[in-house]
């Protein structure tokens, strides 16, 4: 595996198997986008035939890639780029964290949840992150061990394999752990983050090591960096399997790592060897001729983003397009009243009911459009009670930092994969052993347990728990067969990323990657969020006319799609990052 450098024609001059003698998979040739108007060069859609890949790193593509060429399958080349994922952007994902995986099947039409979430340790209680009766400021409660729960990525990805796998378990590992021990070039977005995160992330003396040159400046942009520890721990379940991981000495090493913080953390080799992962049944709903799937709860995001589509389908949005005041104005309030439900009552359902069936009903969907008024914002919006719960439910304060990763791939055989993965902030907890960042996913939690009045929140901590996502993999179906599959990172804002290019694929009939390039805007209950430096933003007036309190601000989405139509696939990867789709 040779050392790829950043340069500008990734799949002319670097990818797509050319080194193997094989032809070029299609390229991403830039052109401006006119309907994003986003103030990004944007790349145009790249098509395919057979299989395509789609993520946020080139080389993690390219691994995907080799494995698809290899006669993979969906989920094998899901597993090999994830792997690298997590050593060419580690601030995003890893094998420290977890994740959700949607898998359709396409010799059986069945759907399936691969749920990898984290869980918070044996020894957690609810007032983890509460100080004096207060809940700790975010930056106190995020970068320490209180916040690591139990990794769950590779208990996740093993057992998709072990359902779903075509190729040896053990190929799988190959290019991460020759990108490992050759070494990559770090990639200007990398460089950037490590900058930013200089103060928090050098103060762990392991991470410092890696990430930091011995004058303590990040490595700069090119800097081969080599990851022998990492690509030891791969080895390591290339060949034994997830146990390697979740029992003997890198347990131990994981747990000693938490446990010696200066705020140490109580997960435990317990914890570790009795994590399973979890196959769930996908929550699906209606908008318009097409039929939306998702993971359901402990996500939040495929309902979130359900429930805005069942309200947005009451509204003309297909009429009003892109560009139009009244479409930000309603894709808002539909955000309104879907964060105002998820912060009530959305948690592990091991623990919580989730009335999901009730958030998603028609006529409750039609009695919370029928809350939007046409000139007018609502402001902040109340949850509904569509299942008799809000007397005894108390709001979730918990907050969602946008450090995710996203991978989307169709093999030759027509089975699909949408996967979402995390380490939570940029970095995770910042707790760095043999190679690989630990999560800080408990901060999931909502930071206080209860309200004033004693009502508990659904999604506190508790032992053994999976803290509530936003993680939204989705895919698409119309006419019984898939059509679209599609997620993005972006902590909370995720449900807003994933409704935006949804409406902008099947009620704007823009191609994938122009409707993952329109400028990103939307509600989280506060105020309406334009992208910064977009088209968007000459909207604000006409907004704070109607009653919206406005804000332009950076919206880092990394949305990754692929639409299957008529025999053919067209992939995007999002602009703002430095993303790739490959296929042929």
């Given amino acids: 595996m040779r050392v790829l450098r950043w340069a500008g024609a990734w799949c002319a001059a670097l990818l797509c198997g050319a080194a193997a003698g094989q032809p070029a998979a299609p390229a991403a040739h830039e052109s401006l986008n006119p309907e994003a108007a986003s103030g990004y060069v944007a790349k145009q859609a790249v098509t395919a035939r057979r299989f395509m890949v789609a993520t946020a790193n080139p080389l993690a593509s390219e691994a995907g890639y080799r494995i698809l060429r290899e006669g993979g399958s969906a989920v094998d080349a899901a597993i090999a780029a994830q792997l690298v994922l997590g050593l060419t ?3 995003s994902s890893g094998i420290g964290g977890g994740g959700f995986m949607l898998h359709y099947a396409a010799g059986t039409h069945e759907l399936r949840v691969y749920d990898a979430r984290e869980t ?6 609810p007032d983890r992150f509460m100080r004096d009766g207060k809940p700790l400021p975010f930056r106190q409660a995020v970068n320490n061990g209180m916040s690591v729960g139990t990794p769950g990525l590779l208990r996740g990805l093993e057992l998709a394999h072990r359902q779903q796998g075509r190729l040896p378990w053990r190929s799988l590992f190959e290019p991460a752990i020759a990108l490992a021990t050759q070494g990559f070039e770090v990639s200007p977005r990398l460089h950037a983050l490590l900058a930013d995160a200089r103060a928090e992330l050098a103060a762990q003396p392991a991470a410092a090591r890696y990430f930091y040159a ?9 800097h081969v960096l080599k990851n022998p520890d990492y690509a030891q721990v791969l080895r390591r379940v290339a060949d034994k399997g997830a146990d390697a991981f979740y029992h003997g000495d890198i347990a131990h090493d994981i747990v000693a790592a938490v446990r010696a913080h200066a705020v140490p953390g109580d997960l435990s080799v317990a914890d570790l ?5 979890r196959v769930r049944d996908a929550v699906c709903a209606d908008y318009r001729a097409y ?4 993971p359901p709860p402990p996500s939040s995001g495929p309902l979130a983003v359900m429930q805005m589509l069942g309200i947005l389908q009451r509204f003309p949005m297909d009429k009003l397009g892109p560009q139009s005041v009244e479409a930000v104005h309603y894709f808002a309030e539909a955000g309104r009243l879907a964060f105002a439900d998820r912060g009530f009552y959305v948690a592990d359902p091991a623990f919580a009911d989730v009335p999901v069936a009730a958030m998603l009903q028609p006529a409750y969907l039609a009695r919370r459009a029928a809350l939007i008024r046409p000139d007018r914002s609502m402001g902040t919006a109340l949850p509904g009670d569509p299942a008799g719960l809000l007397v005894r439910r108390a709001r979730d304060d918990a907050l969602e930092v946008p450090s995710t990763s996203h991978v989307v791939v169709a093999d030759a055989q027509g089975n699909v994969v949408s996967m979402t993965n995390s380490i939570e902030s940029a970095f995770g907890s910042k707790i760095f052993v043999r190679g690989f960042l630990l999560n800080n996913e408990l901060t999931d939690f909502s930071l206080s347990f209860q309200d004033p009045e004693g009502r508990l929140v659904a999604n506190r901590v508790q032992p053994g728990k999976r803290p509530r996502s936003s993680m939204a ?5 119309r006419d019984d067969k898939p059509y679209m599959a599609v997620g993005s990172p972006g902590g909370s804002a995720i449900i807003n990323y994933v409704a935006k290019t949804l409406v902008g694929v099947l009620d704007w009939n823009l191609d994938i990657q122009q409707a993952i390039a329109l400028p ?4 989280r209950n506060q105020a309406t969020e ?7 933003e000459n909207m604000m007036p006409a907004l704070r006319g109607m009653g919206h309190e406005v804000k332009a601000v950076e919206f880092p989405s990394g949305i990754q799609g692929i639409v299957m139509q008529d025999g053919r696939l067209m992939g995007g990867a999002d602009p703002r990052r430095e993303g790739l789709v490959l296929g042929e």
């Avoid at 918070?120 to 209680?125: C, D, G, L, T, V």
């Avoid at 039929?291 to 998702?294: F, I, N, T």
């Fill in 89 to 91: 952007e580690p601030q």
């Fill in 120 to 125: 918070a340790p044996a020894a957690a209680r």
């Fill in 214 to 222: 011995p004058d303590g400046q990040p490595w700069p942009v090119g």
């Fill in 273 to 277: 060897a009795g994590y399973r992962a």
């Fill in 291 to 294: 039929r939306l799937c998702g």
């Fill in 473 to 477: 993999p989705l895919i698409v179906f």
């Fill in 520 to 523: 990103n805007m939307g509600s």
């Fill in 530 to 536: 334009l992208e910064r430096g977009t088209a968007l």
